[in-house]
């Protein structure tokens, strides 16, 4: 083997040697990734095993919330219900002390915890009642129901506009329920300087109404606008206008129990506007 | 009209798509302006996505893109929205609740509003959006959004057309690029009827189509009078 040869043979040794190193590398580098993927495989199937404890958790908490709230919404039945009895018998015998400025402070808590269990007995009956499908003239049950705020403010200048000619099928009860408590809720938070401009006005939904009451009053603000019509959180921020913070509760689970749903808009040119969307009964 | 640029087609709602003269089906995305932030309908492909969202931020900034509706799950509608859960990390999806179900595949960082098979509301401080189920056309969970406020009805594919020429507003004799698209596209004429029976109560003062183009006042009327009378999808096939 002359010199040439043995310096080509030694290259070639070197290339298989360097081949090899690389070789090792590479397996080596491929052995640690597929390491650090296993490890990964088990950190992921940890988690995902971890998320489904968790989700098994969130259901059986879940259902114990619903068990629970069934249980809460038949005491605060029960307790409203019986309530109810003393505080009228209590307002019986305050008629008998004389008259005066104590006596009336007294009489108007009564009245005021009579109407807060009078709407809890409503919420609880709505969710039980059976319905009766009539088709309701909606336009003149605002009609009378209007003419009732006004009996009870007598004080306010209420210039009302109601859509003639709105008519649905319905359960004129629970329909009633829901725009005796829309109108009473205009009449205590939608007026402005005394004044009550208030508009009972339609939209097309497709198999149904939306029925919407415009006011030109403060209207809501977004933070009191999401919480309007859950219970105990009142239209106009607990200041002024009187309710016991139920009247928008009762139109919320009203308009779902007719299978629709209420939600509050700004209304155009300032003041606010509640509406309530309500599906055309099946016969 | 400068269709490289946003153009409005209604108070406080733009048409921000993209207009290929090269391609047959055009790619209709809206935007609408509320007082609870923006609303983005049909956002259209990963293709479209440079278009669509320059003409979005000409008009916004992404952090006020608070709703993103979809009216199904194609990728000519939603394919560009894992980028906008990206650059718009405020937003919602809002789709149908079996549209929804699908859309969950595609790993989005944000969340998915389940619209119910009987419809559903979106209010938004000074307009309400509606949502109306539009069951096989063409998808089982499509949906139509009623905006409430400018008495527009944007219908995903219904309604929609292919075919040049392509103008934002319906001119002329447009009924059969209707045709073209709802024959192939549609489910058959039955669901067609079920649907425009509803959609039609709302009496739509403009309809908004993914594809196609815009139609105003009495070319809604004549379009539900057209689609009506179609045999597509189904009714099509014929037994050998």
């Not at chain 1, 609880?124 to 403010?153: I, N, Y």
């Not at chain 1, 097309?204 to 009451?213: A, C, E, M, R, Y």
């Not at chain 2, 815009?214 to 179609?230: C, F, I, K």
């Amino acid at each position: 083997m002359n010199r040439l040869d043995r310096r080509r043979l030694l290259e070639r040794a070197l290339e298989a040697q360097c081949d090899a190193s690389l070789s090792r590398l590479r397996a080596e580098l491929l052995m640690e990734t597929l390491a650090e993927l296993g490890e990964n495989k088990r950190t992921l199937q940890r988690d995902h095993d971890q998320l489904r404890r968790d989700a098994e958790t969130i259901e059986t908490q879940r259902q114990q919330l619903t068990e629970l709230n069934q249980e809460l919404e038949l005491f605060s039945f029960g307790v409203a219900h019986d309530l109810r009895q003393p505080l009228v018998g209590a307002r019986m015998l305050l008629q008998a002390l004389p008259a005066g400025a104590a006596c009336a402070a007294v009489d108007d808590a009564l009245v005021e915890a009579l109407d807060r269990i009078e709407g809890l007995l409503c919420l609880a009956r709505l969710k039980s009642r059976e319905f009766e499908v009539t088709t309701v003239d909606l336009s003149d049950l605002c009609e009378r129901l209007v003419e009732r705020q006004r009996q009870l403010s007598p004080d306010l200048r209420a210039d009302v506009t109601i859509e003639a000619g709105l008519a649905l099928r319905t359960d004129e009860r629970v329909a009633s329920l829901l725009f005796e408590n829309l109108l009473s809720n205009a009449f205590r938070y939608g007026h402005a300087d005394g004044k009550l401009a208030l508009q009972v006005f339609s939209r097309p939904s497709v198999d149904g109404l939306v029925v919407g009451i415009a006011d030109e009053g403060p209207g809501l603000s977004p933070e009191l606008a999401r919480r309007a019509f859950l219970p105990f959180h009142r239209a106009g921020g607990g200041g002024g206008g009187g309710g016991v913070g139920l009247g928008l509760a009762l139109v919320d689970r009203a308009a779902r129990r007719l299978g629709g749903a209420a939600w509050y808009e700004d209304r155009a040119g300032g003041g606010g506007c509640f509406l309530v969307r309500l599906p055309t009964a099946q016969p | 009209m400068d269709y490289s640029e946003a153009i409005a087609i209604a108070d406080d709602v733009h048409w921000v798509g993209r207009y290929d003269p090269g391609r047959g089906l055009q790619c209709n995305a809206y935007l609408l302006h509320t007082q609870a932030g923006a609303v983005l309908i049909d956002p259209g492909s990963m293709g479209d996505f440079p278009v669509v969202f320059r003409k979005v931020l000409d008009l916004i900034t992404p952090e006020d893109l608070r709703y993103v509706v979809v009216a199904h799950q194609d990728p000519d509608v939603v394919g560009s929205l894992p980028v906008i859960a990206e650059v718009a990390p405020e937003a919602e999806v809002v789709a149908h609740r079996e549209t929804a179900r699908l859309l969950e595949h595609i790993g989005l960082r944000i969340p998915i509003r389940a619209v119910p098979p009987e419809g559903g509301f979106l209010p938004l401080a000074d307009r309400t959006l509606e949502f109306v189920a539009t069951p096989f056309l063409h998808s089982p969970g499509a949906m139509a959004t009623w905006d409430t406020a400018t008495r527009s009805l944007f219908t995903g594919d219904l309604f929609g057309a292919v075919g040049a020429p392509w103008s934002l507003f319906a001119e002329g004799a447009f009924e059969s690029q209707l045709t073209e698209w709802h024959e192939v596209y549609m489910a058959s004429q039955q669901a067609l009827v079920y649907s425009l029976d509803r959609l039609m109560q709302l009496d739509p003062e403009r309809v908004c189509p993914q594809h196609g183009s815009v139609l105003v006042g009495d070319q809604v009327a004549r379009a539900n009078a057209h689609l009506r009378t179609l045999r597509c999808g189904i009714d099509r096939l014929v037994s050998a």
